[in-house]
């Protein structure tokens, strides 16, 4: 590692010579924003994003705007009684749920969550692009932060992260994640470090997701700390001091008093708290009071308050140790782990869909080449070194679960976009010919995930199947079946349920965020892994000859069945037990314990009383 001071590097007033680089950025934003709005409004059927999780925040939100209380997490619709006590953040609720009453000052309900939808998801936009563009104006110059915008700005079009109706936390965090690689791989004044510190705090209290980028991001102000010594002191307890603060702050707001010690691994509990307290803690002391050690000395006692770090998770949080989804049912990993989309492995994206392994994977790849070969020529050593750890973990966690995939995708672009930008100068050089334009386009093309997509479409399915796959998009609508286009999850097909006198309804996992959104009845699933109980109870509802099923529908207190034979999950277990209570229903066989409320002959959706 060397100690090339950041400052060498370009700043953004020697560098702003014509447009000032903010006002650049700004024009990328509202680019994006524009690019956003256009590519997805025209053609919008809802107003609400078409992931699940999308639905089940406006629930959540709905629930605190009626009253439900601040530390009060339980989803009481969803489950078996009393409900499910849901792992997400009333950080990400307030806000929108602040928009939503704002909005609501001048329009009705549904148009100002429309408006509040809206706005949410497109403001993030704003952060990852002046976060990335500040950085690659820091390290590269003008031409760089360019690069880095474009690349940026096409990153954020081809996700649906940040499209309207995107509320999901996951915008949040990849702004979050941008904002510390930037922060650690250019700055080196203390102010920005405690910054830094709060956006980790911020980090881990809005979802576990990025739980290993922080601790990475941790280790990483440590290591420079160790190297750089006395010139580190400042910004290693600043880091350090604002993230112990931040995080005891954020539990204390969060997590009820009666939950103080206990232990979760999917959200800001007693462990994640204790932990980070801990490692902050020892990290401050050593750099307020050890800074001046010689070096060895220094990374000696790094290695020590690793090891207390080490050994106080084995003691307070054993069990975060591991996958947090570890303690699935089997029959829960098989008939619905295995199904969601972004929680797949590498293998099983190669295993059902091929043609995309390239879109999520490839530019990772290149990424940590270019990392490697920069630090090896020792060309800014530090940045590249930030790069390449958060880089590497980001894609560690992608080959697990391919939802790792939109962290190192947009961790990349840094890195590959400082490389482009040397290739640009070699093709401005005299002697430069054909050779260096060739390698300075292809460098472009390479840095782009979306192309790698289609490319690894067009090579997998052939070229006469590309136009039919992009335009159907990357995943089918919540009960909905490709083959019928039949959406059982619409307003029009849930009216006659909704209409129903409350009650508990069995009916697919897909089926339940949209029950809980456009009904007043409670579900027994919906896909959400704190509700175990509910969700194999539907399984063993659906699978089980209608007699057995009666019991387990007594059992969880059903007055409902909504069945819609073209969900994927139904078909899924119609074929596993055809003799099984959907199989039945499917054949049109009427238990007598059932009665037919509903025919699903428009609709799709059928909807039986429990007798």
Known sequence: MTAEPVSSAPSATSASSGVRPFAVMIGYCLLVVIGLCAGSLPFATDYVGADNDDAMRLVEVRDYLSGQGWFDMMQYRLGLLPGTLMHWSRLIDWPIATLIRLAGLWFPQQAAEAIALAIWPLAWTVPVLLSSGYAGLRLGGRVAMHIVLGLTALYLLASNRFLPGAIDHHNVQIAIIVFLTAILATARTWPWF?????????????????????????????????????????????????????????????????????????????????????????????????????????????????????????????????????????????????????????????????????????????????????????????????????????????????????????????????????????????????????????????????????????????????????????????????????????????????ALPPATVAASSELGTAILRFTHHRVLTAPYHRNQAGMLTELHIGLSIPEDARAFLAGAKAGLVAFCPSDPQTRELIQLKPDGLYGALDRGNLPDYLELLASGTETGLWVYRVK
Not at 231 to 258: D, E, G, H, I
Not at 263 to 287: E, H, K, M, P, Q
Not at 477 to 496: E, K, R
């Open 194 to 498: 405690g910054l830094a510190g709060i956006a980790a705090a911020l980090a881990l209290a809005i979802g576990a997701e990025t739980t290993p980028l922080i601790a990475v991001a941790c280790v990483i102000v440590a290591l420079l700390w160790a190297y750089h010594g006395a010139s580190m002191r400042a910004c290693a307890m600043a880091y350090c001091l604002s993230l112990a603060l931040m995080v005891t702050l954020l539990f204390a707001a969060t997590v009820p008093q009666q939950s103080y010690r206990v232990v979760t691994c999917d959200n800001l509990s007693f462990g994640y708290y204790s932990l980070t307290a801990i490692g902050g803690g020892l990290l401050f002391s050593a750099a307020a009071f050890a800074s001046r050690l010689v070096i060895g000395l220094r990374f000696v006692l790094l290695a020590v308050i690793g090891g207390s770090v080490g050994l106080s998770a084995l003691i307070l949080a054993p069990q975060c140790l591991g996958n947090p989804l570890s303690n699935l049912d089997p029959m829960l990993v098989t008939l619905w782990l295995d199904n969601v989309g972004e929680a797949r492995s590498v293998f099983a994206v190669a295993r059902q869909e091929p043609g995309t392994v390239a879109g999520f994977y490839v530019v990772g790849v290149i990424g940590l080449i270019v990392c490697g070969a920069r630090i090896w020529r020792r060309e800014q050593v530090e940045a590249h070194l930030v790069f390449g750890l958060l880089l590497a973990t980001s894609f560690a966690v992608a080959l697990i679960q391919v939802r790792g995939a939109m962290f190192s995708n947009l961790i990349t672009i840094l890195p590959l976009a400082l490389l482009i930008a040397d290739l640009r100068k070699r093709t401005q050089r005299p002697a430069a010919g054909i050779k260096e334009s060739l390698v300075y386009i292809a460098a472009i093309l390479v840095s782009v995930p979306s192309l790698w997509a289609v490319v690894g479409t067009a090579i997998v399915q052939g070229s006469l199947r590309l136009k039919p796959q992009i335009a159907s998009g990357t995943g089918s609508t919540a009960g909905s079946s490709p083959a019928s286009g039949v959406n059982c999850a619409t307003p029009q097909a849930l009216a006659p349920l909704a």
